[in-house]
């Protein structure tokens, strides 16, 4: 089975700062996907970022982008010029390409933002 | 489309009760999720449908736990002789799938907190 490792329970930054937050994956499969998604103090979980494993490029949304390391198994965000309204926990997640497979979640980083 | 509605929102019973909760997911979405949230953790998968079809269970869903989605749309979650084990948020996503590769995305819920006291 899938797993997701997220080694940086919680992490800070700095206003106007960039932070990474980490994350590995355990898969045996060449296709999936693998996404970041947000979740605000109380408030519902957003989507990030996605990436496509067969893609090499790494993908940029705004001031969120990725390094895909698909040999290493990583997938790390880069958040630039960070804003307060980004802290949030963030979970890394990810999904086969086999049909029917469900999203496996990463037990996620808790990230401030220090005005 | 207001996007993924749960109801309640929250829910506190008492140990052995049942308590059942609700999502109505984005109309056009084919596929709907339910996951386990507790307290800095990520989501837990419990179980997925493709239409009215159930595809997919966890182990975490005991036999106390059933869920269905009749008709393909909306789906409920039923956890039946509440522990104080099961308090948890309870998080419905949805998403497109078109049956080809390709990432569907998931669209949360605010979730259904509940706590058996």
């Known amino acids: 089975a899938q797993t997701v490792t997220q080694s940086q329970p919680e992490m800070s930054v700095q206003e106007a700062e960039t932070v990474t937050l980490s994350c590995t994956y355990d898969t045996s499969e060449s296709d999936y996907y693998l996404f970041w998604y947000k979740q605000p103090p109380s408030r519902q979980m957003i989507l990030v970022i996605r990436?496509?494993?067969?893609?090499?490029q790494n993908a940029t949304e705004n001031r969120f982008s990725v390094n895909f390391q698909k040999a290493a198994k990583s997938f790390s965000l880069k958040i630039s010029d960070s804003q307060l309204g980004d802290a949030a926990m963030y979970f890394c997640a990810y999904r086969s390409d086999n049909y029917g497979q469900n999203f496996v979640f990463g037990p996620g980083t808790r990230l401030s933002v220090l005005p | 489309d207001t996007g993924v509605s749960q109801d309640p929102r929250h829910k506190i019973t008492k140990r052995g009760q049942n308590v059942t909760f609700r999502c109505d997911p984005i109309s056009e979405h084919n596929r709907l999720y339910w996951y386990r949230q507790t307290l800095g953790q990520g989501p837990e998968f419990l179980t997925y449908?493709?239409?009215?079809?159930?595809?997919?269970k966890s182990r975490l869903l005991s036999d106390r736990f059933s869920a269905e989605r009749p008709k393909g749309s909306f789906s409920t979650l039923e956890i039946q002789r509440t522990e104080q084990g099961d308090s948890a948020m309870y998080l419905c996503a949805s998403s497109l799938d078109r049956g080809f590769s390709g990432a569907n995305v998931l669209t949360f819920g605010a979730g259904s907190r509940l706590t058996v006291l």
């Open positions: 990436q496509e494993a067969y893609k090499q």
């Open positions: 449908f493709q239409n009215e079809a159930q595809l997919e």
